[in-house]
């Protein structure tokens, strides 16, 4: 769809696109945070077909991504007022809220039997126009196959979806790099976190004037029975890279490193293939270590350069072979908090805890 010559050739890439949405096929679209899968929210066929097309269980419910708040009225019962004061700070943008859902509306795979509903406005000008050109509510998970990283670049989707798609607009990279955060209000008006995201508990915090809390399920082991996170996709494996990837925790910078290498050595010695993601800050403390693929994340003062590599380094371990990853951390706030939750999913909670 990318490859019209025309005058303007993004219009008409949009035109195709909004038309193949319109008729029930799915198409892949850049967003602010990743790339989107989207389907018409109101034809059940469409959506069954992102279902397939992902290799997604069903009973995990997709974001509707709409363009304009007065698409709102046609899907929701109501907007509380918490809801509303975060969509008028935050829309377009990296936040979705979870809704009371009006019935016969959308297709009922789109909230996976739920009487909720999880929509967002996405901050991207192609998303917006391709939404708005569409003329519809568009369904649309980050469009990966199923436990894969997410895609930030549309040669990811095409890694993952090609032939199972009718087409992607091609963006070039995503912005932010991970998922929006989601959001729930709570009866007792408290906001409640079912994913960190784009959008900073801090960022909440000053806007909401309410509690924010986070749901126990977010940290829970992938598989852990006895938590039933409120937000189904929390509960599988996501963004796992084929390598097994250990996360080294510790107070100490220097401590981590010689954890790791020596984890590193041990691991070439074996005939593993390895890789490192490390911060910038702590690069020079690996001088004495052996990887095969060492990754940068950026500062751990500017946490936007993590979330923006992450799903791209974890795509690249794949693209190399290998086989046995370390990561460090970083603190849990601001998009730490995002990072950290990725980072963990990643590894399937495996984390190796340096005592200081
Ligand atoms: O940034 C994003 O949010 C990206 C881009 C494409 O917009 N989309 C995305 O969609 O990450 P997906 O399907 O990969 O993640 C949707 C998350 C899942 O964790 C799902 O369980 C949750 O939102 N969710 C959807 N509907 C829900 C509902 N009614 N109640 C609670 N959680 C819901
Ligand atoms: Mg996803």
Not at 104 to 122: C, E, F, H, Q
Not at 216 to 234: K, V, Y
Not at 275 to 284: A, I, Q, S, W, Y
Not at 316 to 324: A, K, L, N, R
């Amino acid at each position: 769809i990318a490859e019209h010559t025309d005058n303007d050739p993004l219009q008409l890439a949009l035109e195709e696109a909004a038309a193949l949405l319109q008729r029930g096929d799915i198409v892949a679209f850049p967003t602010e945070t990743v790339y989107g899968l989207g389907a018409n929210a109101r034809m059940t066929e469409a959506v069954e077909a992102v279902f397939r097309a992902k290799g997604r269980p069903s009973d995990n419910p997709l974001i509707v991504h709409i363009a304009d708040v007065k698409q709102l009225d046609e899907m929701v019962v109501s907007v509380d007022n918490t809801s509303r004061r975060l969509m008028e700070a935050f829309w377009p943008g990296p936040l979705t809220l979870v809704l009371p859902v009006k019935p016969d509306v959308l297709s009922p795979r789109v909230t996976a039997g739920l009487d909720t509903v999880a929509i967002r406005m996405p901050d991207h000008p192609i998303a917006l126009r391709l939404i708005a050109r569409a003329n519809c509510p568009v369904a649309a998970p980050s469009a990966n196959r199923s436990g894969r990283p997410s895609p930030t670049l549309a040669s990811h989707v095409l890694e993952d979806l090609e032939g199972h798609i009718a087409g992607i607009v091609d963006g070039g990279a995503t912005g932010v790099g991970v998922e929006s955060t989601v959001v729930q209000v709570q009866p007792n008006g408290s906001v409640l976190v079912l994913r960190p995201g784009g959008i900073t508990l801090e960022q909440l915090r000053n806007v909401a004037g309410v509690d924010i809390v986070t749901d126990p399920g977010i940290t829970a082991a992938p598989h852990g029975e006895n938590q039933a996170p409120r937000s189904p996709g929390m509960k599988y494996t996501h963004y796992a890279p084929k390598g097994k990837l250990t996360l080294v925790q510790g107070d100490s910078p220097s401590g981590v490193a010689d954890l790791i290498t020596s984890h590193l050595k041990e691991a070439t010695s074996r005939g593993e293939k390895t890789g490192l993601l490390v911060f910038d800050e702590h690069v020079n403390l690996y001088c004495g270590s052996v990887v095969s693929s060492l990754q940068s994340m950026g500062s751990l003062s500017h946490l936007e350069t993590a979330a923006h590599r992450l799903y791209a380094i974890l795509r690249q371990m794949d693209d190399e072979d290998v086989t046995f990853i370390l990561s460090e951390t970083c603190p849990e706030e601001g998009l730490g908090a995002a990072v950290m939750n990725r980072l963990q999913k990643a590894a399937g909670m495996a984390v190796i805890q340096l005592n200081s």
